[in-house]
């Protein structure tokens, strides 16, 4: 039963849910609502809502060319740390793998370091072999960065594949390709998908680290910041509201996948 | 089986690229922090001098000090705020467990930029907080002291990190097994001494886990302080970031990010410690 | 067939038509197999031999070597010495793909991506069946195990034992020589156990495949088994049908590990008979030497208790120590009045005698010595 003094506590950890959520929700409502509102005189019109900055979208070529670059570096990273983590994740599942740890490590390693200095050592690294800041090296960063996620998940789900299902399947025949093929796989298939959409989120978001990777042709968050100082027109605040829904698409489908599944990180 | 060179060859190209890509760059950029600069040229020689100019200039260490603080009153925050809601999202029937989780974590895949921009525009001397105080007659005029503030970084990176806090301790939470709460009431335990002496310890890992996430995302976030906090946000992050990019000394600013990676090390450290000694 | 408890006989189940596309009778044989690790000795050389259609289950406590007979078999394991033969036909080196045996694995290992038929089709699948044959034989399968309406349902969505009856399925659609079982009734609860077992029993009479089964569970291996390999630290202590192992054990192990005995120190006296702690008594003794220090064994239903004795009969005068009442028998522990550290178990059929039966009564106790097996004390 609950007692009185527990029905309080969890009304006023009710009210902290409440508050927190109306503050970490708060800039994507004043968003949402810049691009709906027309300023008048440094205030927001609130009698006059209008879709008209969402039409007027088309005016910020450099905007819609940071987007296109975003989703190709995403895409990229996604797609190669993908396979990177699946080789690897496959790898480190067989008993005669070495050096094991120093895999683990390499892989976690950017993504429990500070992204400034990983992005500064890279930044080091590539300036020392004279290689010019480009997307190419803002998706090598990506790749690092997210690698460890898809990494994680899939080494989890084919740690706890029973050895027996391996066993199983060449008893009743199958070569190891088709183990693959027709067991390990479609089992790895939930992980990988999950992975591969949080890598595509965090890529597409990631700053601190791309700041440093990045040349002249750049992405949205990093040519976003550059347009802080002059302040984010109605027509930013559009696409930032579309941008923001598609990641939230994108992360609420990775979300139902996982509980479909019972993963787990 | 596999013979031991296929067995290399495949160890070679699934360390390949962390390898190219990572660990070689995590030792050059430890390697320039013993290299010294003359005349404007990094000479790859043997020095401790950068470590030194650390220790011996305040304006140096008294920024990193003082930048640690500040991550700690983030973090402080983000926990005052994180186990009650945990512990909320946990005590919910099980069907609304998940959904409310992810209401928590949503958040983080809004935009980081526009995170910032939305604060500034509600902290800011027009904005929406402003407004909204002298509408109700709290506050006379706009106040300019939201926004560039040391506040007004710590509330900005508490409400970005939030998430942070919340996911280990309600992952740990969850992971209690219901026959501990149970047997602790079975015993006689009050609601209040079952939380106090059975669900907080086991729980300990997960606090301990958010703290330095928090901590550790707070201390490598170089833009919020700047974006924020005006003249007050001459972080740590800023100074290593500055010796790249204005005034060239690329040998101090790694130096200045080893000592980083070292805090940041002895945090994980401390989580791996405190989450081994329990398991449940 | 001697001791096959009642109810295998009541089996009121039809019995499917005969599929003759299911399982194969296969010799197997194993010369001289070994395993060890390092210095461990998880099976020491062992051999012996499985006849066509045989059912031989092997039988041991867990670290007995039995599960690693069974994986060396299967080519899960590689064998350290010796040769493993189907039909005269040496295996030892190949790949478990390759082999002609199939393994009904202890967890399962159920496909949890593939329905009941995509399980049972999983084998012909990977040989590139034709799909029309391939359908037929997954068909007569299922039927096999009485699961014909349950094909697309997922192992998520079977119990335990539908779950064992798709894996015996997926075994047998590939007409092994030897079909393989790793101690698979032992995550069923009791009933779902006893019903497994008669259907297994059942199957195996009807597709006359040859079974390797492996299990700790003394019952089951006596109930089941047409022969028990009775193995004990990585060494075969005993291969012989269910009523030998049971009356007539060789070994100290053999004879303690299967149900209650009773077990008496003896000496081999000169022209037969063994001299006992209750008297010499006239067993064979299996052209033992005069002297040479033995075991009896006599099992505690193959003794008698009596108020009184007739004349002519010899009977051992005891005291009762404790009776345990258990349904249809009584157990009871009595002391030799000439020898009272020894203490004698006997089972008998519950009477209304026992009733009236209280410690420190005295009664009896008879035997045929017929009844006592006699092995070496020294391990052979």
Known sequence: MTSPLEKLAIAFAGLMFGFVVIVTFAPMLVTLGLSIFPLQGGRPDFSAPSLAAYQALGNQRDLIEAVVNSIFVGLAATIISAVLAVLTGLYLDKAYAIGRTFLQTIIYLPFVMPPIITGLALLLFLSGLNIDRSLVTVVIGHVVLVEAITFRLVSTRLGNLPLSLYEASADLGASGWQTFRHVILPQLLAPLVVGMMLSFTISFDETLLTLFLSGSNTTLPVRLLGKMRVGFTPDINALVVLVIGSTIVIALLAAAIMRKNAMRF | ?280 | MDALPEHMNIMAAPEPAVAESLGGQGHLELDQVSKSYGHEHALLPTSFQVRNGEFVTILGPSGSGKTTILRLIGGFTQTSSGRILVDGKDITRLPPNRRPCNTVFQDYALFPHKSAAGNVGYGLMVRKVAKAEALRRVDEALQLVGLETMGQKFPSQLSGGQQQRVALARSLVCQPRVLLLDEPLSALDADMRRQMQQFLKRVQREIQTTFVFVTHDQEEAISLSDRIVVMSKGKVEQIASPYEIYYRPETHFVATFLGDNNLMDGTVRDGGGVDLPIGPVACATDGRGKGEKVYAAIRPERIGLARTIEAGKTGIECSVAEIGFAGAMTTVRVRPNSMPDLSLLVKVTSGRWIEDLTAGASVFATFDPADISVFSRTAP
């Open chain 2, 1 to 280: 089986m596999m013979n031991p060179v296929s067995r290399i060859s495949l160890f070679v190209l699934v360390a390949l690229v962390p390898s190219v890509f990572v660990l070689l760059p995590t030792i050059a950029f430890v390697a320039n922090s013993f290299f010294a600069v003359e005349n404007g040229q990094i000479v790859p020689t043997f020095t401790l001098s950068n470590y030194a100019a650390f220790l011996q200039q305040p304006e140096y260490w008294g920024v990193f000090v003082n930048t640690l603080g500040l991550c700690l009153q983030v973090s402080i925050i983000c926990l005052v705020f994180g186990l009650p809601v945990a512990w909320f999202i946990w005590r919910l029937p099980e069907r609304n467990r998940y959904p409310m989780l992810f209401v928590v974590i949503l958040p983080l895949f809004m935009s980081y930029v526009v995170k910032l921009f939305a604060f500034r525009s509600i902290l800011g001397l027009n904005g929406f907080l402003n407004q909204l105080l002298v509408a109700s007659h709290l506050i006379d005029k706009p106040q300019m002291a939201f926004l560039f503030s040391r506040d007004a970084i710590v509330l900005t990176q508490a409400s970005m990190f939030f998430p942070y806090m919340v996911l280990p301790i309600f992952l740990n939470l969850e992971r209690i097994p219901h026959s501990l709460t149970q047997a602790s009431s079975d015993l006689g335990a009050s609601a209040g001494m079952t939380f106090r002496e059975v669900v907080l310890p086991l729980t300990m890992p997960g606090v301990v886990a958010g703290l330095v996430f928090v901590f550790i995302m707070s201390l490598g976030d170089y833009i919020t302080p700047q974006m924020v906090g005006g003249m007050m946000g001459h972080t740590f992050g800023r100074v290593v970031w500055s010796q790249f990019g204005v005034t060239f000394n690329w040998p101090l600013g790694a130096s200045f990010g080893v000592v980083l990676v070292l805090v940041c090390a002895a945090l994980v450290g401390a989580v791996g410690m405190t989450s081994r000694q329990q398991r449940i």
